[in-house]
Structure formats: structure tokens, C-alpha cells
């Protein structure tokens, strides 16, 4: 057993009532219907690095399914699905995310921000203050607005982009008016222990606080996301949510940066809170594969149009490194 905010069974009561008056069901629907595109999903962070090189080769590169002119919001689809990717990386971070999503009928939007150089195509960015960070994301989710003519999106992040960054948004830039669904995978809510970082700088005298604080300067998000820095107090300090949004949380136990994991969870009457291991102990996903791990994703669509949600398979997920999540 272990100690949690508010965790929730994986699909809540809500959204099988949801089903039940809307498809004439007793329960959540057990086979996904099959997809509608056929972009390629990179379901292993390791076939997912080559489009590392094609962000850094071309800044306008986007992941499969994602930035499409094209694609139109439909009654079922009616919000922009905009993905926020983590720390120290950039759009190709969704090359699981954005064609799972794009091929069942979204239309998905990516974008890179809190870039510390002056290379738009630097392949590791996430980096800057998440304050600024947030301010460059709420320009970009006002273009999509307008280029779309949504009236809300759905926000969906991994990591920075699914803990500090949209509840930054939405606490202090007025995204509770604008978001509908905000849903963290592996999110960093409420800080993380894991800034090793934090011990370096207690712990190692008179080196540590010096290092530390040039760290710190030259890459503010990595401090901000540790556990009880005063971003974490200026956002969390007086709740987890603000009325509007539904906010989702998608956390593994296993999870080695974002920690302790039940930190990930949030409180609140509009939260739904999710472990994969909950019904799926051979789910060894951690803070790096849980990104590209099916389940995951099935997850993701289940809270994005509850109306269709299905119930998510147990089957083996990996940990990104072998061994990584044994004994833990």
C-alpha cells in the first residue's frame, strides 16, 4: 500500500455514467475503434531519437500528426490538443504522443519553448524560467485559438509540461478560462526530490551552494522544479486546482526524476488521478518510457473524450533502462 493525494479508479463513476447514457452500456467499452490515419507511433523512446537530428536539422519540424493545416475540430473532436513537452527536450518528445492521437481524429499542435540559446532548433530546450516559459506557451495556445477558432483546448504534458508549466498557466495567465482538460503524464506537481542537485548544495560545502547557484542561473527550470522551491509554493501554496479545467494525473510508482510519485498527484473535486500499476503491475513504465508507452496514451483518450473511453489492456511496458524499476 502507499500514501496518495487522491488517487482514483482509472476510469471514475463519472465517465461511466457518461457511457451509459450516451452508448446505452453498462460499463467502459473494451476494444478502441480502430484509427482513421495511419501516421507512424514510435512506441519506444529509442526509435523516437533519430527525429532529435530532424527538430535540430529544421526548426518548423513537427512530430507525425502534429501542426496540420488541415485537420478541422469536429463536434467530437471541438478542441485543439496542444502537447507540452518536458525538460531538455523539444517537440520530437511526441513522436508516440501526437500520431496516436492525430490517427483517432485530433488535431494536435506542438510547439518547443523556454529555449536558453538563440537556436530555434536546439534539440534541448525546456530550460528557461517557467514563468517566461509560460508566458511563450500562452502566446501559442492564443495563435492556435485564433488559427482554429476553438473556444478551449485540451492541454496535454509530460514531466515540466504536465506539472509546473500549465498550472502555472492557468493559476496566474488566465489559461482556467481558456483550458478544458489538462492532463499530466508523469507530471512534476507539487516539486520533486529527485533535483539531485538540492543535495549537491547542502550536502557538499563550500563547492556545493556555488555550483549550485551558477546552475541555477544558467538553467532556472531545473531549481523551480524542486520539491518546496518557491515557484512550487507560489503555484500549489493555495490549492491544486482552480474551477474550470479537469485536471488528470497519469503516474507510475516507478518513476525515478519525478519522486516522490505520489507528489504527482493532485487534489480536488476535478481531478481524476491514475496509477498504472493500480491494475497493471507488469507496467514498469518510469519517467523516461512512460511517455511512450501505449497505455499511457489509452489513457490520455479515455480522459480526453470520456464519452469513447475503453477500458486500457494490461500488458508488459519496459522501464527505458533494463532492471530500472527492480526493488523499487
Not at 516507478?254 to 504527482?264: L, S, V
Request: hydrophobic fraction near 35%; aromatic fraction near 10%.
Amino acid at each position: 500500500m502507499f500514501k496518495m493525494r487522491r488517487l482514483t479508479t482509472v476510469v471514475t463513476a463519472a465517465v461511466a455514467c457518461t457511457m451509459t447514457a450516451t452508448l446505452g452500456l453498462t460499463g467502459v467499452g473494451s476494444a478502441e475503434a480502430a484509427p482513421s490515419k495511419k501516421h507512424p507511433v514510435s512506441w519506444d523512446f529509442r526509435s523516437a531519437i533519430p527525429n532529435v537530428l530532424n527538430q535540430t536539422l529544421d526548426a518548423n519540424w513537427s512530430p507525425p500528426g502534429a501542426n496540420d493545416p488541415s485537420c478541422k475540430l469536429t463536434e467530437d473532436r471541438p478542441n485543439p490538443v496542444i502537447l507540452l513537452n518536458a525538460t531538455a527536450t523539444t517537440q520530437w518528445a511526441y513522436s508516440a504522443g501526437a500520431p496516436y492521437l492525430a490517427n483517432r481524429g485530433y488535431c494536435v499542435y506542438t510547439f518547443n519553448y523556454g529555449n536558453i540559446t538563440p537556436l530555434p532548433s536546439f534539440p534541448i530546450q525546456g530550460l528557461a524560467d517557467i514563468e517566461r516559459s509560460a508566458r511563450e506557451v500562452s502566446r501559442n495556445i492564443d495563435r492556435i485559438m485564433r488559427s482554429t477558432g476553438a473556444k478551449k483546448v485540451d492541454l496535454v504534458g509530460w514531466s515540466q509540461g504536465g506539472g509546473l508549466l500549465p498550472h502555472y498557466y492557468i493559476d496566474f495567465l488566465g489559461g482556467d478560462k481558456k483550458v478544458d482538460k489538462v492532463i499530466g503524464i508523469a507530471p512534476g506537481n507539487h516539486g520533486s526530490t529527485g533535483d539531485m542537485l538540492t543535495y549537491v548544495r547542502y550536502f557538499i560545502p563550500p563547492f556545493g551552494p556555488v555550483g549550485y547557484d551558477i546552475f541555477k542561473a544558467l538553467f532556472p527550470a531545473f531549481a523551480q522544479q524542486a520539491q518546496y522551491s518557491d515557484l512550487v509554493r507560489k503555484v500549489y501554496g493555495n490549492g491544486d486546482t482552480k474551477p474550470g479545467p479537469h485536471y488528470t494525473t497519469i503516474v507510475t510508482k516507478y518513476d525515478e526524476i519525478a519522486t516522490p510519485f505520489t507528489n504527482g498527484f493532485l487534489e480536488g473535486d476535478n481531478v481524476t488521478n491514475i496509477l498504472l500499476q493500480q491494475d497493471c503491475p507488469v507496467d514498469l513504465s518510469e519517467h523516461l518510457s512512460i511517455n511512450f508507452s501505449e497505455r499511457t496514451w489509452r489513457h490520455v483518450k479515455n480522459a480526453l473524450t470520456p464519452a469513447e473511453a475503453t477500458r486500457v489492456p494490461c500488458f508488459q511496458v519496459d522501464p527505458f533502462y533494463p532492471g530500472m524499476s527492480e526493488g523499487r
